[in-house]
């Protein structure tokens, strides 16, 4: 089947994938209502067409925050692309330069930043959990700075993992060679022993709130 829209590469990942890795990145937290509500939510927003105006040159080149790209669409930060394709992070960031479009890399890359920075021709963020320690964020800022990321998107929504039952059910974990490559293996693993729960992908849950004071301030 030639994929014709974004539905039709989903059902062709979910075919090439590991049940557990796609459960991981096609699933929500409990009864995936607000996975539900997020996809009708994008379904009540309309174009408002303008009839009689030159279209003969169509162009949607923005800027985000300062930085011009080829389109309204970015790369959200999203974990572990590994679990799709052993090159990752770097393919998305090579397909994102070709789009001239940007991408947030996310900490929980299953590529380092350093090779994801390489593989780009465009603009990068990168997203940041703020794990246990203030220490450990201040190396990965100071890290994403030195490989050229341009800015730094502060994840403060995830004090908690979400009750991820599809994980729980397929009970996911990170193969062993990915955890190694993520960008903090150590301090992620040590997190998420300390933090979390007992099931799949756990160290997305790590302290973060009582370092806001410190983050503004930073900022
Ligand atoms: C598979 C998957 C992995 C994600 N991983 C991260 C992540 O590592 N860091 C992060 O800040 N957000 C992560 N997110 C959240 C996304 O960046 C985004 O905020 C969320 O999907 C909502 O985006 P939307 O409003 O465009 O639907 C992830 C989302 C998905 C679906």
Known sequence: MEPVNVF???ALAQARMETAAWGFYHGGS???????ANRTAFERIRLRPRM?????TCDIR????????NMPILVAPTAMHCLAHPEGEC??????????????????STRTMEDIAQAASGPLWFQLYVFGGIRTSEMLVRRAEAAGY????????LA???NRERDIRNNFNLPHIY???ILLAKNCLRSRRRHLPSHGIRWHGCAQSHHCPYWSKAF
């Open 8 to 10: 039709d590469y989903e």
């Open 30 to 36: 409990d009864d995936e209502v607000t996975l539900r």
């Open 52 to 56: 009689l105006v030159d279209v003969t």
């Open 62 to 69: 923005t800027t985000v925050l300062g930085t011009s790209v």
């Open 91 to 108: 393919a998305t960031a090579r397909g994102v330069g070709r789009a001239s479009t940007l991408m947030i890399a996310s900490t929980v």
């Open 150 to 157: 341009r800015a730094i998107v502060l994840t403060v929504d």
């Open 160 to 162: 908690r993992i979400g």
């Open 179 to 181: 955890e190694k490559q």
